[in-house]
C-alpha cells in the first residue's frame, strides 16, 4: 500500500496526542515512581526542614513509595508516638530531608498519587465541590463579578486550598456567574465562605467604630501569640463553649473616631472595671458576639484590639473546632471586607471522590466492550477483517485526538465531556461506513468520484452537527459546554484528518 | 407506507399534548431543571425503609437504589424539590449519622437558575433546528434567492435566542451585511433585490428590539418557504422532528425525568437523525444512472448500519454504566429510543417523500 501524505498527517497528529497526553516536564506520566506532595501545613516542622508541596515523594527512611497504601504504611510508626520524637528521612526527586518529627506530622502532609496520564477529569467523576454564585435580586456587571472573584479568591486563598478554579461564566439570558471549583475535599463551610457578603461591623451603641476590610483594618492576627483558642469549658450537661481571640490593629483616623466615641462612655457603676456600653459584632447584619470595654480604652486612640468569640459542640473537641472555624471566618472577613450586594449560591454540588474511581474504571470498560460490540457489527457487514480492523483503528486515533486536545488544553473531561466523544465516535463510524459503502456501490463511476460523493455527504452532516452543538456553548451556564467542545473537536479532527485519509485507504483496497 | 408514520406522529403529538395539559409541561423535569436537591448516600438502610421516615415531611421525595455488580445495595439516591440544608439535616436526623465527603454526594439547584436552564435550552434546541434547516436547505435546496433570504432570517433568529452574547451578535451583523452585499451582487431581478432590503431593514429593527416571540413568525416564515422550495430539506427537517417527538412521546410513557443531559441527548439525536437522511437525500438526488430504487436501497444498507452501530454502542455503555445512576444513563436511553425511531422515520417516511421528489423532478425534465 501506498502512503499518503494524508495517511502520515494521521500518523504526526496521533503521535503528537500521545506525546501531550503521556509525557509532562518529568518524563514519561505512567513510567513516574513516587507520590505527589499536595499540602504541608505552614511552619511546621517538615515544613520548616524543606518539605514544600508539589515535590515528588519517592521514599520514607528507605521504603520506596508508589501509592497511598505505601505512604500510610511508612508512616503509621510515627501516629503511634506520644509526646517523643523520632527520625524520619523523606527522599524526594530534589533531595534528603531528614528531621525529627512528632506523631503531627501525619496530619501535617496530604500527598495523592502522581496521575497516569495528563488528561484531567472533571469534578463530576474525580469529586469536589462545584459552586454558581450570582448577586442576590441583583445583575451583575462585568467589573462586579471581576471584584467578586477577586474577594472569593482571597477568602479561599486564607483556607489554604490549593486545586482551586474560580471563573466567570455568562449565561444566555445575560446573568453572570462566578463558577468555584475545588477539586477533593473542600471546607465544610464552603456555602457560608461562598454565599456571605462578609459585612463585619464592629459597633458601640449606634455608632460603627470600625469595618472589616482593608480600609479600616491594617492587620489581622493570624497565628502565634496573636490568635488562638484561650479557653474552654462545660456550659452547660451536654454543652462545652471555647472562646477564641486574635488582634488586630485599625488605622489612625479610625483609632480616633473609636476615642471620640468612647470618650464620653460613663464607667459600669456596677463592673468598675469596664464601661457602661458594650463593644457589638455584627456579621452580615447579626449580632455575633458582645464584649466589654475596659476603662483604660476609653478616650484612647489606640490602634490595637483584641476580637473575641467563641464556639459550641456535644464535646470539647467539636466546641473547639467551632470556634477555630468561627474564627477563620471572622478573620476572613475582617481581612478581605464586605462586597456591596447581597450574594445567591444558584448551585451547589459536592460529589464524593469514593464514586468517581469506581466510575472511572467502569466508563473505561463500558467503551472497550461498546467498541467491541460496533466491531463485531462493522465485521458482520463486511465480512473482510481489513477494513474493519483499519476501520476501528481509526476511531481509536479520533478518541485519541479528543482526550489530546483535552489535555492540551487543560480542560476538565467530566460527564458531559465523556457523553460527547461517545457522539463522536457514534458519528465517525457512520461517516466510515459512508465511505465505505460509496466506494463499493456501482460501477458507472470513478473511484474518485465516488469518495467525492462520500466526502459531500460526510461534509454536509458535518455542518448540521456543528449548528446543532454550538447553542450549548452560551445556554445553561455553559455547564454542558464540555459536551459541545469534545464532540465538535472529535468530529472535525474526523472530518479534517482521519476521514480523508481513511478515503485514501478505501481508495487503495477497494481498486485491487 | 406513509400512512403509519404519519398516524404514530399525531399519536405522540396528541399524547404529548395530552401530557400537557396534565402536567402544563412537555415532559417531566428533573431537579437539574426545576430546581432541588438530590443526594447520593452510602448506606444499607432500604429505600422503603427510609421513605416512610421521611413522606411527611417531605411528600415529593424520591428515593432510588443503587447497587453494585452482585446487586448488592450500595448506595441510595434520594431527590427532592427542597432547599439543601432542610434535606440533609433530615437525612441525618433519619439515619444518624453526617453527612461527610466519604459517605455521600449533594447537589443542588435553586428554583430560579433551573428554570433559567430549562427555558434557555429550549431556546438553544430550537435555535440549533433552524440552524440545522438552513445547512440542509443550503446543501440541498436549489433557489439561490431563498437561500440569501433565510440565511439572514436565521442570523435574526441567533441574536434573538441569544441577546446579550455580543460575539454572536457581532457575527450575526456582519455576516448579515455580507449576504446582503453578496446577494445584492447575486439576484439579478429587482423584486429579489428589494426583499433582500426589506430583510436587512427587518433584522435591524429586530437587533434593537430582540423580543423572544418574534421568533415564532420567523421560524413559520422559514418552514413555509423550505417547504414551498425544497422538498428535500423539509423532509429532512420533518424527520427529525418526529423523531423528537416520537421519543418524548416515550420518555413520558416510561415516567422518566428529563435532566439538562436530556436535553443534551435531544441535540445529539438532531444530529444522528440529520446523518441517515443526508446520506440518503445524496445518494437519490446526486445519482447519476441508477434506478432510484437501487439507489435508495444502497442508503437504507449503509443507513442501517449506520443506526445499528450507533444503538448498539449506546445500549452496551447504558447497560454497564447504569448502576451509576449519572445524567449518561438518560443521554444513552433518549438517544436509542430516538434511533430506533430515526431508522423507522427515515425509510419509512423520508424515503418516500425522497422518491416521490425525485420521480417528479425526473417527469418535469
Known sequence: ?512 | MLLIPVILVLLSLAYIGYFYSQNNDFFHRDVSLTGGTSVTIATQVSASELKAMLSSEFPDIDIRTLSDNSGKQTHLLITVPDEKAKIVSALEKALNLTLTEENSSIEFTSGNLGKDFYSQLLKAMLFAFLLMALVIFITFGESEKIKFFTAMLTLTAAKITFPTVSAIGIFAVLFSLGIFFYGLFKIKEKQGKLILLGILVLSGIIFFFPYYFLIWPITLAVIVLYTYYSAPSIAVITCAFADIVMTVAIVNLLGMSISSGGIVAFLMLIGYSVDTDVLLTTRVLRRKHESINHAAFGAFKTGITMSLTAIAAVLIALFMAYRFETVLNQIFTIIAIGLFFDIFNTWCTNVWIIKWFAETRKAEI
Open chain 1, 1 to 512: 500500500m501506498k502512503i499518503t501524505w494524508r495517511m502520515w498527517l494521521v500518523f504526526a497528529v496521533v503521535l503528537a496526542c500521545f506525546l501531550v497526553i503521556f509525557v509532562n516536564q518529568d518524563g514519561i506520566t505512567f513510567m513516574q515512581k513516587g507520590v505527589l506532595i499536595k499540602g504541608v501545613e505552614d511552619n511546621s516542622t517538615i515544613f520548616n526542614a524543606g518539605l514544600r508541596s508539589g515535590q515528588i515523594l519517592l521514599s520514607i527512611n528507605g521504603e520506596p513509595i508508589q501509592k497511598m497504601a505505601d505512604y500510610t504504611k511508612a508512616l503509621s510508626p510515627y501516629s503511634l508516638l506520644k509526646n517523643e520524637t523520632m527520625k524520619i528521612t523523606l527522599t524526594t526527586k530534589t533531595g534528603e530531608i531528614i528531621s525529627l518529627v512528632d506523631s503531627d506530622i501525619v496530619n501535617q502532609i496530604s500527598i495523592a498519587e502522581i496521575s497516569k496520564t495528563r488528561i484531567k477529569t472533571g469534578l463530576d467523576i474525580r469529586g469536589g465541590a462545584r459552586a454558581l454564585v450570582t448577586a442576590k435580586d441583583y445583575k451583575l456587571s462585568d467589573s462586579e463579578l471581576d471584584d467578586l472573584i477577586a474577594i472569593s479568591q482571597e477568602r479561599l486563598n486564607i483556607y489554604g486550598l490549593s486545586d482551586l478554579s474560580i471563573r466567570k461564566q455568562s449565561d444566555s439570558s445575560g446573568n453572570r456567574y462566578m463558577i468555584v471549583e475545588i477539586a477533593g475535599s473542600s471546607p465544610k463551610d464552603l456555602e457560608e465562605l461562598l454565599g456571605k457578603q462578609g459585612k463585619f461591623e464592629a459597633k458601640i451603641g449606634n455608632d460603627t467604630v470600625f469595618q472589616g476590610g482593608k480600609e479600616d483594618i491594617t492587620y489581622v492576627g493570624r497565628s502565634g501569640q496573636d490568635a488562638g483558642i484561650y479557653q474552654c469549658s462545660q456550659s452547660s450537661a451536654t454543652q462545652y463553649v471555647c472562646m477564641f481571640r486574635f488582634s488586630i490593629s485599625i488605622n489612625g483616623n479610625t483609632a480616633d473616631h473609636y476615642a471620640q466615641v468612647t470618650k464620653d462612655i460613663p464607667v459600669n457603676i456596677s463592673n468598675p472595671g469596664y464601661l457602661s456600653k458594650t463593644i457589638d459584632f455584627y456579621l452580615d447584619d447579626k449580632l455575633t458576639d458582645s464584649l466589654l470595654i475596659s476603662v483604660d480604652l476609653k478616650g484612647s486612640s489606640s490602634t490595637q484590639h483584641s476580637i473575641q468569640g467563641s464556639g459550641v459542640g456535644a464535646t470539647q473537641q467539636e466546641a473547639y473546632e467551632d470556634a477555630k472555624m468561627n474564627m477563620k471566618k471572622l478573620q476572613t472577613v475582617l481581612i478581605t471586607g464586605s462586597l456591596p450586594y447581597k450574594l445567591e449560591i444558584v448551585k451547589i454540588d459536592r460529589i464524593s471522590p469514593i464514586l468517581g474511581d469506581v466510575f472511572t474504571k467502569t466508563i473505561i470498560s463500558a467503551g472497550i466492550v461498546a467498541f467491541l460490540g460496533v466491531s463485531l457489527i462493522v465485521f458482520l457487514r463486511y465480512r473482510r477483517i481489513k477494513i474493519s480492523i483499519i476501520m476501528l483503528g481509526i476511531v481509536l486515533a479520533e478518541v485519541l485526538m479528543i482526550l489530546g486536545f483535552s489535555a492540551l488544553m487543560n480542560a476538565n473531561l467530566d460527564l458531559a465531556g465523556i457523553a460527547g466523544i461517545i457522539a463522536a465516535i457514534g458519528t465517525g463510524v457512520d461517516d466510515q461506513l459512508v465511505i465505505v459503502d460509496e466506494s463499493r456501490r456501482g460501477k458507472d463511476e470513478t473511484m474518485k468520484q465516488r469518495i467525492k460523493n462520500a466526502l459531500f455527504i460526510i461534509f454536509a452532516a458535518f455542518a448540521t452537527a456543528v449548528a446543532s452543538l454550538f447553542p450549548l456553548f452560551y445556554a445553561g451556564a455553559g455547564l454542558l459546554k464540555g459536551f459541545a467542545i469534545t464532540s465538535l473537536v472529535g468530529i472535525t479532527a474526523g472530518v479534517f484528518i482521519t476521514r480523508p485519509a481513511f478515503a485514501d485507504i478505501v481508495n487503495q483496497l477497494e481498486e485491487h
